[in-house]
């Protein structure tokens, strides 16, 4: 039985919100932190939630709110670019199957989950300090308020300040090469089954799948050697966006038919697509990271969500399990880091197909590509060792 009791949680996004369940069903306290003055809604583009972040979600109680806020999409078909299908995947029997949503959506049902499991939510509180002492952490924030806690969690995404507490050296985002962009087709430009995602490789990327409504959405890149912000890149009219995206995709299937049907009020622009590298600090202290802030896999993995909700659960696991803050936060690292970082070096890969850096990627089988990812199954009964097992 662990000796923490209470949490601040720095990040009132995806992972923070899990967090704070987690540790609820781990019998401690947690108060979430976020910088914005409310909840982000409609903040952010469509994302997947795959059946391991799904079974995760299981444990805190909140996956059938988080499947009512999308919908399935448990199928894959891999194509070429010139319309040869290469392989197909219909999913594991016995997993949840993946769901696509808006970001916002998912935001607003874990938001939701955890005010009903009596979660403590403060907006408004952007953390810029922490001070350690014997008996706890105080954070410190931008409003001159502070907030006191046996440990403090920075779930504060891929710019996290915690990270920086925790090591002024620490690495920040790495920028893929590639711009992201979105968008929405209602003509029938490209074949799409519903409860299917598509991907097209060949000269360029192109992924698509079928909204409820009938309309296919669709997400690309742009090649780009020098990064733009986000701010940057909303400053470029959609129109020039749009042209640039017809260009690259001309001759591709289905990539310039998905592009001609697109107009510009429904285009997406994502901004640059970033991964964390390899953190060499978790945790220092009573400070720990979760999710974006220690490994943010890039979106090309599929998988910032569901691992960020992995590490949520397991973080609390460890707190629960293990006699002290450093031994929970050791155990923790050793149960995760290994995982995250495969899973973001192989979306690495993609990603440098996708700027045009390296051919398509292999494509191995789909129990090979999806089976390791989609079956991690955390049993929260199990007691942690120390040495994360
Ligand atoms: C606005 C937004 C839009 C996104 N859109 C997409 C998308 O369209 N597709 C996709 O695949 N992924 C998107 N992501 C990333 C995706 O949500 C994450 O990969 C994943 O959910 C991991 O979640 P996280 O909780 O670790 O980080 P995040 O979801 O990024 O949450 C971090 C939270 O910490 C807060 N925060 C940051 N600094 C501080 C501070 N100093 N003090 C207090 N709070 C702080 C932020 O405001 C944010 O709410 C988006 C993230 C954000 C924040």
């Not at 781990?26 to 914005?36: L, N, P, W």
């Not at 952010?44 to 079974?55: D, E, H, R, T, Y």
């Not at 640059?272 to 060499?280: A, L, N, T, W």
Request: charged share 20%.
């Amino acid at each position: 039985m662990g000796t923490v009791r209470t949490a601040t949680v720095i990040g009132g996004g995806i992972g923070g919100t899990v967090t704070a369940m987690a540790l609820a069903r781990a019998g401690i306290e947690a108060t979430v932190h976020e910088a914005y003055p409310g909840g982000a809604d409609g903040v952010g583009a469509m994302l997947s939630l795959a059946p391991n972040g799904l079974a995760a979600l299981r444990i805190v109680g909140a996956e059938e709110a988080v499947r009512a806020a999308g919908h399935a999409v448990p199928g894959v078909v891999m194509a070429d670019g010139a319309g040869n299908r290469l392989a197909e995947f219909h999913g594991f029997p016995g997993l949840p199957a993946t769901h696509a949503m808006a970001r916002a959506d998912l935001h607003g049902a874990l938001t939701a989950q955890a005010l009903a499991q009596g979660v403590k939510i403060e907006y408004g509180r952007r953390l810029v300090g922490a001070e350690e002492g014997r008996d706890g952490v105080t954070a410190l924030f931008a409003d001159g308020g502070t907030a006191h806690a046996d440990v403090l969690i920075g779930a504060d995404g891929i710019r996290s300040t915690v990270r920086t507490l925790i090591d002024s050296a620490a690495p920040g985002p790495e920028y893929a090469g590639v711009l992201g962009f979105g968008g929405l087709v209602t003509e029938d430009a490209a074949a799409a089954e519903p409860g299917t995602m598509y991907f097209a490789f060949g000269s360029s990327f192109i992924g698509w799948w079928r909204l409820p409504d009938g309309r296919v959405c669709w997400f690309a890149s742009l090649p780009r050697t020098e990064p733009l912000t986000w701010a940057e890149v909303q400053r470029v009219p959609a129109e020039q966006w749009l042209a640039r995206l017809r260009e690259r995709y001309a001759g591709h299937v289905p990539g310039e038919r998905l592009l001609a049907h697109t107009t510009p009020d429904t285009l997406m622009a994502t901004g640059p697509m970033e991964r964390m590298p390899s953190v060499p600090h978790w945790h220092r202290g009573r400070l720990v990271l979760v999710g974006d802030a220690v490994h943010a896999p890039s979106s090309s993995s599929g998988q910032g969500a569901s691992l960020a909700i992995e590490s949520a659960v397991e973080l609390a696991r460890c707190l629960r399990d293990l006699p002290d803050h450093a031994a929970a936060f050791g155990a923790y690292e050793r149960l995760r880091r290994t995982r995250v970082e495969l899973i973001g070096g192989n979306a690495a890969a993609t990603n440098r197909a996708k700027a045009g850096q390296a051919g398509p990627p292999a494509l191995p089988n789909p129990e090979q590509m999806f089976g390791p990812v989609h079956r991690h199954l955390i049993d929260w009964d199990a007691r942690v060792s120390a040495d994360g097992q």
